[in-house]
């Protein structure tokens, strides 16, 4: 089965671009095709907001997109806004086992 | 809207049992497939089981196979997770999800299991 492994934290200054990177290691990482990306504010449930390495779901912003490089994928948000501030999660599903593994997340901080 | 809410969570001692319980709204409860993820303090999410739109078939995480137990009554719109022999490693968060695809879409507000003496 694989990991995921996040940066424990990225910031950035308002109006920047940060990349926040999810490696996936292990013997499930050759099928790393099914990433997603999660945000999580304070108290609250996580939000979906990349599937499938790099569809947004209806009503996320376009600031966020996904993309992915051999075992490695990334969130890039753009333009950064205070609301932004928030911990964020990769996911990969595996077809073989139907299970899925998340990353120990990412704190953003908006500086 | 879509609405889950969760509810049974509660303090149980290690080896002791409990039920969870999702009530879900504003879908077609019987066409998606649903699931449990939780969340212990400070820690990423763990997805624990997933479950079919018809209740036919079910998936564990290792973590937790051969002691908790998901279910549903689509009648109900109502989604169950049965844990037995709880140990203190699953103290967390428990989110139900609704699935969507390879994701997890939907999320409800979660409910607090504690195990602990």
């Known amino acids: 089965q694989s990991a995921l492994t996040q940066p424990a934290s990225v910031s950035g200054s308002p109006g920047q671009s940060i990349t926040i990177s999810c490696t996936a290691t292990g013997s499930d990482a050759g099928g790393f095709k099914y990433v997603s990306w999660y945000q999580q504010h304070p108290g609250k449930a996580p939000k979906l907001m990349i599937y499938?390495?790099?569809y947004r779901p209806s009503g996320v912003s376009n600031r966020f997109s996904g993309s992915k490089s051999g075992n490695t994928a990334s969130l890039t948000i753009s333009g950064l806004q205070a609301e932004d501030e928030a911990d964020y999660y990769c996911?990969?599903?595996?077809?073989?086992?139907?299970?899925?593994?998340f990353g120990g997340g990412t704190k953003v901080t908006v500086l | 809207e879509v609405q889950l809410v969760e509810s049974g969570g509660g303090l149980v001692q290690p080896g002791g049992s409990l039920r969870l319980s999702c009530a879900a709204s504003?879908?077609?409860?019987?066409?998606?497939?649903m699931g449990w993820v939780r969340q212990a303090p400070g820690k990423g999410p763990e997805w624990v089981s997933s479950?079919?739109?018809?209740?036919?078939?079910?998936y564990y995480a290792d973590s937790v196979k051969g002691r908790f137990t998901i279910s549903r009554d689509n009648s109900k719109s109502t989604l169950y997770l049965q844990m037995n022999s709880l140990r203190a490693e699953d103290t967390a968060l428990y989110y139900c999800?609704?699935?969507?695809?390879?994701?997890?879409?939907?999320w409800g507000q979660g409910t607090k299991v504690t195990v602990s003496s």
């Open positions: 479950i079919t739109g018809s209740g036919d078939t079910t």
């Open positions: 504003g879908l077609t409860f019987s066409s998606y497939a």
């Open positions: 996911s990969s599903y595996t077809t073989g086992s139907s299970n899925w593994v």
């Open positions: 499938d390495v790099s």
């Open positions: 999800v609704k699935r969507m695809g390879r994701v997890f879409d939907i």
